[in-house]
């Protein structure tokens, strides 16, 4: 896809030199021999807790350290920013191999936020500090506005419960499998509601699978 359309949603110009390789994953660059975008995720992680935690600092005087730690935790979370990820529909512009395109890649939490925090190192090194919190103020900090976004981004799994409450339906569970040797070994969690699958997950954690299933399960219950 164009990327000047995901310029456009960003609402700031980025190299695109810079912004092609904030979106390239590994996978695509071990199959075309190419660099991927690690580097720039680490320096996107940085830059996004700075600007969190000096907002958070400064629009809640009120709260102690501990407080501010678990609300700035909360929308810097991968599932925080996967959100904010599919807010911009970043996931059409994701360079995958083969194998991510052909296990959803474009969904997966942890390769969106990481994309997410690559653009935002991209955002950083072409328009510098300012530049970043344009992206963070528009698609991040609106979290701490609404208390059942930070919830859901910080507890999915409770939150899957609470919103099958309200719509009167059976509680959440979860059954896994496992893929691969154990040095490399990939869980699957299917979540289901009376015996209906409502969503699968994946992850090198079945703590991870079952959260990456409860985010789509809510995923789901909100578009129908």
Known sequence: ????????????????????????????????????????????????????????????????????????????????LATAANRMN???????????EQTDGRQKTNILADTFEAVLGA???SNGLEGASKIVQKFILPLLDDPDAVREASDPKTSLI????????????????????EHERVYRAECFSAGKLLAVGEGRTKRNAETEAAIQALRLLQES
């Open 1 to 80: 896809m164009p990327l000047d359309e995901l310029s456009q949603a960003l609402g700031i110009e980025i190299d695109p030199e810079l912004l092609t390789l904030a979106l390239t994953h590994s996978s695509h660059a071990y199959e075309n021999g190419s660099k991927d975008n690690e580097r720039l995720e680490y320096l996107g992680d940085s830059v996004l807790g700075f600007l969190v935690a000096t907002f958070v600092y400064q629009t809640h005087s009120d709260l102690q350290e501990g407080e501010l730690t678990k609300l700035k935790n909360a929308v810097v979370s991968a599932n925080a």
């Open 90 to 100: 970043l996931g059409a512009y994701i360079y995958l191999g083969k194998g991510e």
């Open 123 to 125: 955002a950083y090194l």
């Open 162 to 181: 609470e919103k099958l409450q309200r719509l009167s339906r059976e509680p959440a569970s979860y059954e896994i499998t496992a893929t691969g040797p």
